[in-house]
């Protein structure tokens, strides 16, 4: 072998052992760096159910149920197949909102509610002002009247 | 007329004119820092959600821009040093890496500033946030594998090496919030669509982006006159400099 082929060769080989070894990373990653479950597929069954795992989705319209006197609060996480109802008692952020993203870690008890000790708020990339917000609400709700009647 | 550039890959001529470009590369870096601090504080509206906390934004996303962009830049010129064995790539590979690690942990540190308020927690390991905290160590490893070399050239070869290997990382810090659930929200801006943010805000945002280049050139240059005149010290050119710079 030639000194010029075994470099190359060496080049090869690293290469290769480069490309294996980050094959290998993503693959790992794809299974473990899911940070959260989506309620589907907590129902079909793919979420770790017997171990914590957090759940997220959008904090379904009209679940948000207040404990009067505590902390407590009772929410539906759905990605609008399926919902997953949540209880969880502490201070919600500031962006917890119904029809907002939301990412829910605890465990599923028995009678199948999702008992959260951590909620955390999941924004989306939109900024705009308050005014311009307002004026797409009620673009959508004029679109959703029109297309009622 | 045609330029010979290679007259600049030469460390000597190389030094002198990275003095006569520094100084414009400053003031540019100043002014385009005061206009975008300026329009992200003062002129842009406030958010419909997040109100007046997003405003971190104007800093968080050129600083995550720059970590990665630098990245990307130190690992060509480092590849071409060891490629073509020209010594000027590879001082500039090191020149950028400080930077390059300073805007990592700026994005780091103000996203978790962000994160707090927002979404209730100062950390979690999702794919973005946990990517971007692997790239900060990627720059640390590289600058700490140079500095344990003594040989110049072999310090070179060495992080070489490390930072071609850890570009792999780039892509993935990009794409981790399209291929993973994460936390972290996807890009308001990118290359395929349209931006997801008021005119305004996102003006302010490229403005200081701009500010964070011309910054990241000027220290770039400074850095890489030093690292010249350290390894060139033995040279007559640079023995006449300091005689010059003596007689001044």
Do not use: C
């Not at chain 2, 990275?18 to 002014?31: L, R, W």
Request: charged share 15%; no cysteine.
């Amino acid at each position: 072998m030639k000194p010029r082929h075994k470099k190359l060769a060496f080049i090869t080989l690293g290469l290769s052992a480069l490309a294996v070894a980050a094959t290998l990373v993503l693959n790992a990653f794809q299974s473990n760096l899911v940070f959260f479950f989506s309620p589907s597929q907590v129902v079909a069954k793919e979420a770790p159910i017997d171990k914590r795992f957090r759940i997220g989705g959008l904090v379904e319209e009209g679940s948000i149920q207040r404990h009067e006197g505590g902390l407590m609060v009772n929410f539906a996480v759905t990605d609008s197949a399926e919902s997953i109802p949540v209880t969880y008692t502490g201070i919600l952020p500031d962006l917890f909102k119904e029809g907002k993203g939301v990412v829910a870690q605890g465990k599923i008890a028995a009678n199948g509610i999702f008992e959260a000790d951590e909620v955390l708020a999941k924004h989306d990339e939109n900024y705009m002002p308050p005014e311009a917000a307002m004026a797409l609400e009620q673009a959508a709700k004029a679109q959703q009247t029109s297309l009622t009647q | 007329m045609a330029i010979n550039w290679f007259k600049y890959s030469s460390p000597a001529s190389f030094y002198s004119l990275a003095g006569k470009m520094i100084p414009i590369f400053v003031i540019a870096a100043t002014i385009f820092l005061i206009a975008g601090l300026y329009i992200g504080f003062f002129v842009a509206p406030t958010d419909f959600q997040q109100g007046e906390a997003y405003r971190i934004i104007f800093i968080h996303v050129p600083a995550a821009w720059m970590s990665m962009f630098l990245y990307v830049v130190m690992a060509f010129w480092a590849g071409i040093g060891l490629a073509f064995n020209t010594r000027l790539s590879s001082m500039v590979a090191t020149a950028i890496a400080p930077t390059g690690a300073m805007f990592t942990f700026l994005a780091l540190w103000t996203g978790s500033l962000w994160g707090k308020p927002m979404w209730g927690t100062w950390w979690v390991w999702d794919a973005r946030l946990t990517s971007e905290l692997i790239l900060l160590f990627l720059y640390i490893g590289f600058m700490s594998l140079q500095a344990a070399i003594d040989d110049p050239r072999r310090a070179d070869k060495a992080g070489a090496i490390l930072a071609l290997v850890g570009v792999i990382n780039i892509p993935i810090i990009y794409f981790s919030v399209q291929w993973w659930n994460t936390l972290h929200q996807g890009a308001s801006v990118s290359l395929n669509q349209s931006p997801t943010m008021a005119t305004t805000m996102l003006w302010g945002m490229l403005i200081m982006a701009l500010a964070s280049w011309m910054y990241s050139i000027a220290m770039t240059l400074m850095r890489t006159r030093v690292i010249i005149l350290e390894r060139e010290s033995h040279t007559a050119w640079v023995s006449e400099l300091h005689q010059k710079e003596i007689a001044r």
